[in-house]
């Protein structure tokens, strides 16, 4: 091992999480050009290379970049939005409300989106995202400010993308996908209203405040762009003299020719992630304004943010007396800048970056905020949600999809899915317990607790 491999968990956690992750953590410890630790965060599971939930910084001269350390849907992130509803206003219209929503946000495999683009937009949109929507009023002014840098990360090229890619792209916009995907109207809990002050700075004014969640990535064009990539890498390691302990993750030094035209490729499929989260934003502002006769300003329907969870950036940091650029991938995990940092949007800038914790659509999900302590630890950055302890094929052994839509409907959930086996997979049991993740992670000083959501309605992809 080139660095130490450190894991956030309490002992609970620990003995929950899969061996493969401690056996994962242990090869990205192995990588060429890793500094400090590799990182398993509280949630984490065993994904693709990396551990979901894996955290690891590269010297951008020294070190590699990994598709695996990324994952196949690139940017996959949460967005939550905020209105001036309660929960008593909400109650009796959230049939209406998911059905709706579900007709206007594709959801399942393979679907198309709303929103027809040319193949010669996507150069333009890829490179701009959510600044692209902006200027094409397809956002509103204050959206980009609050998406995490920006709303688009520069570096795109679409040059660097196949024509592959770009066909499966340009037609899922606006869709929210399959797997763990999701749509969610939330409820600020009462009883776990944790810090009222930087909840009010978000934008969290009162307890049973209605909130949207949304939870999707790239779609098809990432996957296919890491697809395409990892054979790239596959093939071309042995010509730099670099061998992994596992082929899934296969890298390459960041600054080869091969390693930049994937970093110019993955932030295309980023900022179309940005963009399809932008375009879904818009169609949950309709649905509520037509349910509620109102326009979706006077809802307040604004963004309290959008952090990526699947995602590779150069960003600078302090570490053994050294400030300068590291490259840092998140896999399954989230930026928490802490108090002060230039990357954060004014309005929040002194007291910290909004950290979005998805839990499974039975449990919950959570807001929090960034540390200096994560600046100082983790490279900024904490876990990003539940964490399986159980495979979707094991999840339909023990659920069925109808049984379990039913019993969330007499607990106050009303949920529509594509597909029952795609409900059942995603049962709570087939997660970590969230309070335990968060708790975990506040306790360490990485992020701090803010609000936990509760939720009453669920659009499942």
Known sequence: MRVPARIYATRKLLEAMDNGVIEQV??????????????????????????????????????????????????????????????????????????????????????????????????????????????????????????????????????????????????????????NHYLEIQVVDPARFFDPGLAKGFGIVHDDQVVVMIHCGSRGFGHQICTDYLRNFESNMRRYDIQVRDRDLACLPFDSKEAKDYYAAMVCAANFAFVNRQIIVNRVRDAFSKVFHRDAESLDMHLIYDVCHNIAKVERHRYEGFNGELLVHRKGATRSFGPGHPDIPAPYREVGQPVIIGGSMETGSYLLVGTQKAMEETFGSTAHGSGRTMSRTAAKREVRGAELQRKMLDRGIYV??????????????????????????????????VVALRPVGNIKG
Not at 50 to 72: L, N
Not at 82 to 103: A, G, W
Not at 435 to 443: A, H, I, K, L, W
């Open 416 to 449: 529509k899915a594509a597909t029952m086996d795609g409900l059942a997979e995603e049962a709570g049991m087939a997660y970590k317990d969230i309070s335990e993740v968060v708790e975990t992670m506040d306790r360490a000083g990485i992020s701090k607790k």
């Open 26 to 179: 242990t090869n990205v410890a192995c990588l060429p050009g890793i500094v400090r630790y590799a990182y398993a965060m509280a949630d984490a599971h065993w994904g693709y290379g990396f551990p979901i939930g894996g955290v690891a910084a590269f010297d951008v001269e020294k070190g590699v970049i990994s598709p695996g350390g990324i994952g196949f849907d690139v940017n996959c992130g949460m967005r939550l939005i905020r209105t001036n509803l309660q929960y008593s206003e909400v109650k009796s219209k959230i049939k209406e409300l998911v059905d709706l929503i579900f007709n206007l946000v594709p959801a399942g495999v393979g679907v198309k989106g709303p929103q027809n683009f040319a193949q010669g937009q996507m150069g333009d949109i890829t490179s701009l995202g959510v600044k692209w929507c902006a200027e094409h009023g397809l956002a509103w002014d204050d959206d980009p400010a609050h998406v995490e840098e920006g709303g688009y990360i520069k570096g795109a090229d679409i040059s660097k993308v196949s024509r592959q890619a770009v066909s499966r792209g340009v037609s899922q916009f606006g869709t929210l996908g399959s797997g």
